[in-house]
């Protein structure tokens, strides 16, 4: 299991820019795939973007175009850029590292606030 710490979140006005940071422990982390769900006051987990160990990106429909995952092996870090934040981008995000049995380990979460 890899311990996961997300960073970054905030509040952040309609249009506005930000960018969330997920840290790993260890270096396993390099062969896992990664990603960001999110959750807002009730609705369910969904599945932001997620990035494969080799930089395959996939991303939810409702962000496609205004947010980016990236990550960094060297620094067993996973990110995610999120331009033109809309309200309905309100959530707790939370980043994930799937390794090779299909085993998910999560990060605390970090709340995302996006007032209109």
């Known amino acids: 299991q890899v311990h996961l710490v997300e960073s970054g979140g905030g509040l952040v006005q309609a249009g506005g820019s930000l960018r969330l940071s997920c840290a790993a422990s260890e270096g396993i982390f390099t062969v896992y795939d990664a990603g960001w769900y999110r959750q807002a006051p009730g609705k369910q987990r969904e599945l932001v973007a997620d990035?494969?160990?080799?930089?395959?990106?996939n991303y939810a429909g409702s962000v496609k175009g205004r947010f980016t995952i990236s990550r960094d092996n060297a620094k067993l870090a996973v990110d995610l850029h999120m331009n033109s934040l809309k309200s309905e981008d309100t959530a707790v995000y939370y980043c994930?590292?799937?390794?090779?049995?299909?085993?998910?380990?999560w990060g605390q979460g970090t709340q995302v606030t996006v007032s209109s």
């Open positions: 994930y590292a799937e390794d090779l049995t299909g085993f998910r380990s």
């Open positions: 990035i494969t160990e080799s930089g395959k990106t």
